[in-house]
């Protein structure tokens, strides 16, 4: 790496944005393919948890972010029916004090917006959908399907959970969770009760839970809703839309607030949700692996997007310290940096499938008595409080 390399990036998600202006700013170009040939407004909410935020920050983007975005003063767990609070995570200014960064919550297409707005002109290349990745002696070589080859020292799959770069490294398959998520947006000024006091709203329920707070500076009303689904009947698109007809059905008898939004909703968009098993290792070769391409995990953390945005911190680390160090060594210091705390969260979100939707009885009763110590904000420090790329500078050569 004491040379220019030709790094290639396959996904302009928020990981692989995040990824190409974070190297950058630190001196290395790279080409970003995309397989949209229009970029446009796609997604719901977002939460960005101080881990990710302060990230975002050293990338030049915290005068954006802070315009479009809303700081959430707290995160509320609450009963299904009754709205019963049953922990509540101070966030808001105390949160920015203990972690240095605020939780932020805000629009998927306006934090995807703003990391293009930064990029290198030139850096982003669409309309070029990679159907596979091959090694070549010294070099990793994409295919596309339009029938053109690039050619590249690294490349880097941040192209999802569907990745055909993962292919290179492993063959598995998506797991569905038996869970599907609707998402949609609300005009804040039909819902002035929930917009008044900026928060993250969770309703715990049988078989699902209903989450929403406020995004675009607080103009609109984000939120998410699970429901048991069936494989075949959803997908893992932005494109699949749902049915709010549905969805009302799904919630009712559920508290008034949840049944408020989803008067008030029109569109809704479906996803069935699917993550996949942790793996041995991301990087063969000169290929490598970042965020849902290589630890895709279910939404019931809220850290996939933030996953992604640290393992690009650390994966620039990775890249551009320690001169000298070969390239598959700089890759396996990447992987032990990021492959444990992936794994664990993942996890975690596989096992919140099944926490958050218990049936009301005796495992929900002990489930919410345990809820209140595990929500105070200095529990949050092992996720809120790490650093991806300190974690990367502090891991040692072998």
Known sequence: MEQQPRIAVVGAGIGGLALALGLARAGLSCDVYEQTRHLREIGAGLQVAPNAARLLHRLGVESCLRAVAVRPRAIELRRW??????????????CEEMYGAPHYAVHRAD??????SK???????????????????????LRFDDGSIQRADLVVGADGIHSATRDLLVKDEPRYSGQDMYRGLVPAERLPHLAAEPAVRLWLGPGRHFVCYPVAGGSRISFAATAPGDER???????????????????????????????AAGEVGRWALHDRDPVPGWSRGRVTLLGDAAHPML??????ANQAVEDAAALVVCLTEHGGTDLAERLRRYERVRMTRTARIQQISRDNAKTLHLPDGAGQRHRDAAL?????????????????????????LR
């Open 81 to 94: 029916n009754d709205g019963g609070l049953l922990a509540r995570t101070p966030l808001g200014e105390e």
């Open 372 to 396: 209140g110590g595990s929500h105070e904000l200095a529990a949050q420090d092992w996720l809120f409080g790490y650093d991806a790329a300190e974690a990367a500078r502090a891991e040692p």
């Open 119 to 141: 990029l290198p002109a030139g850096t982003l290349r669409l309309g070029l959908r990679c159907v596979g990745v091959e090694q070549d002696g010294d070099e990793a070589v």
């Open 111 to 116: 934090l995807h917006q703003i990391l293009l």
């Open 233 to 263: 009947g959803a997908e893992e698109s932005w494109n699949t839309l749902g049915s709010i007809e549905e969805l009302r059905a799904a919630y009712d008898g559920w508290h008034g607030d949840v049944a408020a939004v989803l008067d």
């Open 299 to 304: 939404p019931f953390r809220a850290q996939g």
